[in-house]
């Protein structure tokens, strides 16, 4: 790996999400695992990407896919072991990839040994204070002690059978952790050092505004327990973003600094994202957060504009660098999303009525295409997740008997949940599964039109998602430097539809966000990517509707010399 810059390197990098039970599987048991991670390598670096972001792959009945961890430093045996973690860390960073793993402080799974020791000790007892048990309100303790709802659906309390109940802020699988335990803290410290020492190079840190909760009696009720984040975003919530996480990362920090090169780490805070939630991302703490907003946005120019200056603002405000992200494991697919009206719930759209969203597959498309050059030309730390590059849109088609998410029961089959982003990678489209499994039965079904996106097809066309997506990060590389910072383009240069702005090097982007009117570029602008495989140069110095273009003004060659 390149040793410049080898702490700040995530500050321009792109990292790429890897689902491992969808990506690829290598032993033919119909889910993916480390072997076909490593037999995939090369196709990461192909595709030029900086890290490997791993979601979990710790022993877990999967009640919450592998969100429920029952052991934080081993590997479930459908994944593989631990030397093959090794082997899979040592040839990511052969091949100059750096690898982050997924951490879950919040809760454990119910099958943890450190909960099932607690729900059979007494109440009082150190092996229950590692959780938050509290007995239920009324007479006999039949209510719920207080009104949280768990994010999934549901009271957030499930009762013991005893008069007490626990705490699960996702499933009832899922028990919360007591932070204000330092046993469990230490515990924390202990695991990051585990995974350290096993030559991780970071950590996404899930749910990283949880953790603290206010347990001071009596237990407040939330205003609106609905809401997974805090409605004021000042602290007072009882369950979310409370002052008392910031010490945990700054304890975190200073273990992850001691290593050389240090250990990034990024947290996921479903909070309002102002000022307040990037103190996460300040230098002693976890130094990065993602910001959400872009990914729950509709396709529309003043709010993404707002957004990308928000964002800016507030990373460079906390010593950090944005994080871009348009897609994960938890939405429905970019490439759906995007074709959605504005004003429509992004993460709940995907209901078991199946009201017809309002989809146009076409627009969707040449939306996501476009997305793809904006997120890819903004300086920052942009993540794709895992088939994104391929333009695979959310799978509706997924049968109740299919789904496996917890949402789709505890919703009371309202939301059929995240399986539809979630279906195994299209990898081949003569082999059985796409070339997914041999098996021929992935633990989620691939719809037929899957063939359409398969890698083997896409990398024979020219225009293809995968090879813009390929072009993009090449290019990235070479004209976006770390510390860049995008400057707007002065309006009358792209008028009420386009977003365009310019890095150091001189590249300027343009993204036209109007469905019905092209935008002018610059009369000496030389064009290097376009979003829309059909039109090969901007005729006319024409960006069409939902389009992206990279160009320079002046020739490419007179950049090239002042570049070397
Ligand atoms: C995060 C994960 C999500 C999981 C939840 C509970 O939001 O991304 O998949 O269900 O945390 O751990």
Redesign the pocket.
Known sequence: MAEDNADDWWRNAVVYEVYPRSFNDANGDGEGDFRGIIDKLDYLHDLGVDALWL?PFYPSPLA??G??VADYCGVDPRFGTLQQFANLVAGAHERGIRVII?I?P??TSDKHPWFTKALHSAPGSKERNRYIFHVGRGEHGEQPPTNWLS??GGSAWEPCGDGWYYLH???KE?PDLNWDNPQVRQDFLDILRFWCERGVDGFRI??SHGLVKDLKEPLRDRPDPTLMSPQAADGSDPVWDRDGVHEVYRQWRELLDRYSPVKYAVG?S?TPFTPRVYQYARQDELGSIFDFSLQKAAWDRDDYRKIIERTSECATAAGSAPVWVLG???VPRLASRIGLPKGTDVEHWVTSNGTDPGIDPAQAERRARADALLMLGLPGTAFIYQGDELGLPEDLDLQPADLQ??IWERSGHRFKG?DGCRVPLPWNSDSVSFGFSQSGHPWLPQPAWYARYAVSNQERLPGSMLNLYRAAIAARRRWIRPGDEAEWLADGEYAEYGLGWRVSSGLEVLVNFSSDHAIRLPENATVMLNSRPEITDCANNQVPPETAVWYFRGTLASRSKENR
């Open positions: 979601t919450d896919g969100y429920d997924d879950v919040n809760h994010n999934f802020s996702f499933a899922q899930d749910v996921e479903w994960n494991h938890d998410d917890p995240r």
